[in-house]
């Protein structure tokens, strides 16, 4: 009994290493064809637009209701200690830092990453992968590193808008709603958010987070079992892989970050 445990979890080891060597390798195939979309900008271009483009609503709308919660609590937690002037500090430090780019991920694995993986894995099941092999044409140069360049490229964007969205919302709350003094709200964001430190880190975040859930979303799609319920599961191991990844990587950067 033990021995057979044993096997069946060494053997489940191993194959979860070699899925991750082959991560590893379609990773590395993905960033070394990139280099003929200078040629063909278009193609990015194009994914730029859908990735990031249809992901713009939700984000802004996120973002904003975001910010109606930043500043009511924020002004219910300082208000105890007479610090309510700092609010627009606190709104501007956790959307940059934090919130922004990683509910901004959040949001774009579930609309974006979903997309992608049912995108490549209906191609595949379609066999429309397989035929782009038959022609000559590679289907990682074609249609994996555009789709992988604009998510990256979307995901810093996105996060910029989430945050900037974010602080209108703190302010409408803060300053219009509760009656918080204006120029306070922006004289303290303005001499205490470092542009490096605090805004610069919420762009590498950003910009690390876009490279982890796009190539996820690629990942499953290309890999999915050519069958309507192989696609679905894949959709479903997008959101939840790229969910936990970013949040391991949020702490990790916070913590090398900050320390």
């Known amino acids: 009994m033990i021995l057979n445990w044993a096997a069946a979890l060494g053997a489940e080891v191993l194959k979860t290493l070699g899925g991750i060597g082959y991560a590893f390798r379609m990773l590395w195939a993905v960033v070394r064809s990139s280099g003929g979309l200078l040629r063909r900008p278009r193609l990015v271009t194009d994914q730029i637009h859908f990735i990031g483009n249809y992901s713009l609503l939700i984000i802004a709308v996120s973002g904003l209701f975001v910010g109606f919660v ?12 007479g610090s309510e002037q700092a609010l627009g500090l606190l709104v501007a430090l956790s959307l940059t830092r934090e919130l922004g780019p990683v509910v901004t991920a959040l949001l774009f694995a579930g609309r974006a990453g979903t997309s992608l ?13 397989s035929a782009m092999e038959m022609m000559g044409v590679d289907p990682i ?29 703190g302010y409408v709350v803060g300053v219009q709603m509760i009656g918080v003094d204006e120029g306070a709200f922006w004289s303290q964001m303005q001499s205490s958010v470092d542009v490096w430190s605090d805004v610069g880190s919420g762009v590498l975040k950003s910009f690390v987070f876009g490279i982890a859930v796009t190539f996820i979303a690629l990942w499953q799609g290309y890999r999915a079992q050519p069958t309507p319920e192989g696609v679905a599961r894949a959709t479903t191991r997008t959101v939840v892989h790229a969910s936990l990844m970013v949040l391991a990587l949020d702490f990790l950067m916070t913590a090398l970050m900050f320390n």
């Open 117 to 129: 993986t049912a995108e490549i894995g209906l191609m595949r099941a379609g066999e429309q992968l």
């Open 70 to 81: 930043l500043g009511l609590q924020g002004y219910y937690t300082l208000n105890k200690y």
């Open 141 to 169: 140069r074609r249609v994996l590193a555009p789709r992988f360049w604009a998510g990256i490229v979307a995901m810093p964007v996105l996060a910029a808008i989430f945050s900037a969205v974010g602080v209108m919302g």
